[in-house]
């Protein structure tokens, strides 16, 4: 794991937290020596703080993405306007965490991170939900409400354009598209999504959920995920 974080009290405390968590970890204190650590050895998991002098987290995140690096990336940051966990999304981040954090927190979405990366080379199940018409699939392909995935490729297109996902942004789109029609609840989004429900305080959800209909949403074509209030989201062509 290679973790980046200027603040010295912070780095140290969160490096000692994450190797008594079983974690190997590389500590370094800005963006340009987490780009040289990251190409002298290739991390399993990045952890960047946002806001580093010279070269911050987000121009780390852009550089690595650039270079066609897919290594899963946990953002800390101090910024808790929706906006700008959007700039960290469109960066190219997984995930991420706003300051003060809980340390179990971390340890949960890293976790989550680490897991879906291990099972990157196969198909995600779909949650134990009533049973509905599956979506169709021809091949290796899952299709629902106007959409083609290809899980396996990690593509996927609505109608003739194709979408440029994150891996986190692709696994809950992939999630609505196995499930189409169905009801997921909050809970089980999160279960499935992140391995930890972060409680209904938590705005992880919304934020991605958003930022998947910006990306999806084309004008004059009917929305695809729609909220159900009080309970979750549902993908389907209205």
Known sequence: MLLAEDDRAIRHALERALTLEGYRVTAVADGVEALAQAHRT?????????????????????????????????????????????????????????????????????????????????????????????PETSGRLVEAAGLRMDPQARRVWRGARELELTRTEFELLELLVRNAGIVLDHSTIYDRIWGYDFGPGSKNLAVYVGYLRRKLDEPGAPQLIHTVRGVGYVLRED
């Open 42 to 134: 290739p991390p399993d998991v990045l952890v960047l703080d946002v806001m580093m002098p010279g070269i911050d987290g987000l121009q780390v995140c852009r550089v690595l993405r650039a270079e066609g690096d897919r290594t899963p990336i946990l953002m800390l940051t101090a910024l808790v306007e929706t906006q700008d966990r959007i700039a960290g999304l469109d960066a190219g981040a997984d995930d991420y965490v706003v300051k003060p954090f809980d340390v179990e927190e971390v340890f949960a979405r890293l976790r989550a991170l680490l897991r879906r990366t291990s099972e990157s080379n196969g198909a995600a199940a779909p949650v134990d939900v009533p049973k509905q018409p599956a």
